[in-house]
């Protein structure tokens, strides 16, 4: 599914994207935007969220949906543009070096991704917002942001787990007043059955793209469950637990003599760049120099 939305913006100031990622249901594309007016006129078929992540102080005029608003950038700074919306436009007075666009897909705001079913018009009703702050949403981009310029062992499990986090938080807070119950799942964790499958399919699949939907098919639960009883028995989210078992397949392929490109498209990195920089932030030693202290 590609939601990317290059002919939006156009390829000029594309830093970073997940388009070459594999992440499944949503999309990502950190860019850097010179001053001027940026104009639209298409609908949009998703529910776009900017965050300026770097700041910048540029003075934003948007006028999108009969709205118009004008806004002093500042790192944390957050405009939501629903779906649907036909035509917009944003004036920049200064350039903003690094702006993150989120796109979230109708299916992000289902029953399977939160667990409770919305109704089917929960999208439309998301409102046109002026600029506003929100910590949660803002440290969700942030991390969002840090993994399209930083990939780590889990990137597309952690994205995927951010993106079903990014519609919560915006039906929790911007929908404005609910008819919604939303029905809370309890506790309990995985059976050992269910446990065993899943793990067993993690190991099997560790150089592949697992994601919380696939695991929760094995699971044979919503992935909204699924997330919620794997961490209640194993103590950790699915995404850490992948981490982990993929820096300690790292470590053992780099007992061997396989080179470290070929480990690093092994563990489905795009180049050995990104692995090195995972495998630093995690152990903090290079794969290189993880090898030799082991060979000495």
């Known amino acids: 599914m590609n939601l990317h939305a290059t002919g939006k913006y156009g390829t000029p100031g594309l830093l970073a994207s997940s388009a070459d990622r594999g992440w499944s249901g949503f999309s990502a594309e950190l860019r850097r935007h010179g001053d001027g007016v940026i104009a639209w006129n298409d609908p949009q078929p998703h529910t776009e969220i900017c965050v300026d992540i770097c700041g910048g102080g540029s003075v934003t005029t948007r006028r999108v949906g009969g709205v118009i608003d004008r806004t002093v950038c500042e790192r944390g700074t957050i ?21 993150l666009h989120l796109y979230l897909p109708p299916d992000r705001f289902s029953a399977a991704v939160l667990g409770a079913d919305l109704g ?16 949660l949403l803002a440290e969700i981009a942030f991390a969002i942001s840090s993994e399209l310029q930083h990939p780590t062992f889990a990137g597309g499990v952690l994205a995927d787990a951010l993106s079903a986090s990014l519609a919560a938080r915006l039906v929790q807070a911007h929908i404005g007043p609910l008819a919604l119950q939303l029905r809370r799942p309890g506790g309990k964790a995985l059976d050992r059955r269910r446990l065993c499958r899943v793990l067993d399919y993690i190991d099997a699949h560790l150089e592949g793209d697992l994601t919380i939907d696939r695991l929760a098919s094995v699971a044979c639960l919503s992935r909204f469950h699924f997330a919620r009883a794997f961490k209640a028995a194993l103590g950790q989210s699915p995404h850490r637990y992948i981490s982990g078992r993929r820096l300690e397949r790292a470590k053992a392929l780099l007992r061997g003599s396989q080179s470290l490109i070929d480990i690093a498209i092994a563990l489905n990195f795009s180049d050995q760049g990104n692995f090195t920089r995972a495998f630093r932030q995690a152990t903090g030693q290079t794969p290189g120099q993880y090898r030799r202290s082991f060979a000495a």
Do not use: K, N
């Not at 036909?86 to 690094?98: I, K, N, R, W």
């Not at 046109?128 to 702050?133: A, D, G, P």
């Open 79 to 99: 405009w939501l543009t629903p779906a649907g919306l036909q035509e917009g436009l944003v004036e920049l007075s200064d350039p903003m070096p690094g702006i």
């Open 120 to 135: 089917r018009s929960v999208v439309e009703s998301l409102r046109y917002e002026s600029s506003f702050r929100d910590p």
